[in-house]
């Protein structure tokens, strides 16, 4: 088996897997990140979104090969991508979630939460490019790229409240 270096929520990672594994079987199977999640397996979900060098990709059509040098982030990754940008250090940053997983909290976004990881991943795409957005660019996140994001609970309503949330509480 070949072996990758992987930057994973800022960890050097080293993993032995055939070149066309998926990186969201590397997460999940080989760094026992399980916030990533498998739905549709074909770039027609978003559940599996992450993010590569701050932007969303899908990691279940990714292969482990094509990642390089790029880094990535899931959701367990989020927190510390914020203490980093905000300089938190120590006990500050093991205890402050990242302004949109608190947003999420708040707003009681989730209903079986089964697709909420990809969603949150997208809403920190989407403030990092956008700071302040508009409900329509706010759709446009969630609706544009390879699909839509889908929820089958239907929160989607609550995706917009909480990312106008997470964007009020980024500029404090
Ligand atoms: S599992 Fe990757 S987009 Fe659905
Ligand atoms: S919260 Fe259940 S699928 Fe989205």
Not at 1 to 14: D, E, H, I, Q, S
Not at 51 to 66: F, N
Not at 86 to 114: D, F, M, N, R
């Amino acid at each position: 088996m070949p072996t990758f270096n992987l930057t994973v929520n800022g960890a050097r990672k080293t993993v032995n897997v055939a070149a066309d594994t998926p990186l969201l079987y590397v997460l999940r199977n080989n760094l026992e990140l399980s916030g990533v999640r498998l739905g549709c397996g074909a770039s027609q979900c978003g559940a599996c979104s992450v993010l590569a060098d701050g932007k969303e990709i899908r990691s279940c059509v990714t292969p482990v090969s094509r990642v390089g040098d790029k880094k990535i982030h899931t959701l367990e990754g989020l927190p510390g991508l914020w203490a980093a940008k905000k300089g938190l250090t120590g006990e500050k940053a093991a205890s402050t979630l990242h302004p949109v997983q608190q947003a999420w909290i708040e707003t009681q976004v989730p209903q079986c939460g089964y697709c909420q990881s990809g969603m949150m991943i997208t809403a920190v795409d989407l403030l990092s490019r956008v700071p302040d957005p508009t409900v329509a660019q706010i759709t446009d996140a969630y609706t544009g790229g390879p699909s839509p994001h889908l929820c089958r609970c239907g929160t989607y309503t609550a995706i917009i409240d909480a990312v106008q949330v997470a964007a009020k509480a980024m500029k404090a």
